[in-house]
């Protein structure tokens, strides 16, 4: 597999709510992939282990086609067993309560991509940072549709996080009116779930999102 510069552009997460088939999962995910994403995240949180592996194997498949790593929400164990199948291009995310970054990187080894959320903090980032982390998300910047509940961060933590030399990541309420402002204030990939899937043709929201980025 090709892979582009995953380092800069748009970070379209999967929602079972938007996307509850397979049909209309890969269908929107190829519509994406097509728009130009940087990464596409594969986020279910459901119990149903089978159909998880199904689908997230099904992505990597066309990830890998388009040259475009494909980041498992939360389940190293589905990330290293995609990995053994064969799919090299697959990573992982993890958030605060969802394992060991340390652990992630062992398993998945040097060239896996292994994010980590942040949140607002500046601390979380530093110990994500030494963990191994392979980019840092901050966020919610805007109101949220996904995770409403998510506490509120403030756009100046993006330069200040600078200082990790990681790729930082704006997520949470973002969409084309408000990505440009996210840009400017420091962040190379711009997270979103309702900006992609949430309304219209996936390939040309990605598109308008990635017109926000070429002049910030």
């Given at each position: ?26 269908a929107?995910?190829?519509?994406a ?12 949180k ?12 099904a ?27 064969g ?8 958030g ?41 998300a901050f966020?919610?910047?805007f ?18 996080a600078a ?10 309420g ?17 997270a ?6 949430g ?7 990605v ?5 926000q980025?070429?002049?910030p």
């Amino acid at each position: 597999m090709t892979v582009n510069d995953w380092r800069h552009g748009v970070y379209a997460i999967t929602d079972a709510g938007l996307l509850p088939d397979d049909d209309t999962l890969i269908a929107a995910c190829e519509s994406a992939l097509a728009g130009g994403l940087a990464l596409l995240q594969y986020r279910d949180k459901s119990r149903d282990g089978e159909r998880r592996h199904r689908q997230a194997a099904a992505l990597a498949s066309r990830c890998a086609r388009h040259g475009v790593p494909l980041i498992i929400n939360d389940d190293l164990a589905l990330a290293e067993r995609l990995r053994r199948e064969g799919h090299a291009g697959v990573g992982v995310h993890l958030g605060q309560q969802d394992g060991s970054l340390r652990d992630a990187r062992r398993v998945l080894g040097d060239s896996a991509i292994i994010g980590a959320t942040c949140h607002a903090s500046l601390e979380l980032a530093a110990r994500s940072h030494e963990a191994g982390a392979s980019y840092l998300a901050f966020g919610r910047f805007f109101a949220s549709r996904t995770k409403p509940e998510a506490p509120p961060a403030r756009l100046e933590l993006l330069a200040e996080a600078a200082r990790f030399g990681l790729p930082r990541v704006a997520i949470g309420g973002i969409d084309a009116d408000n990505a440009r402002q996210a840009r400017r204030a420091g962040a190379e990939l711009l997270a979103t779930v309702q900006a992609v899937f949430g309304h219209g043709e996936p390939a040309a929201n990605v598109q308008h999102l990635r017109r926000q980025l070429i002049d910030p």
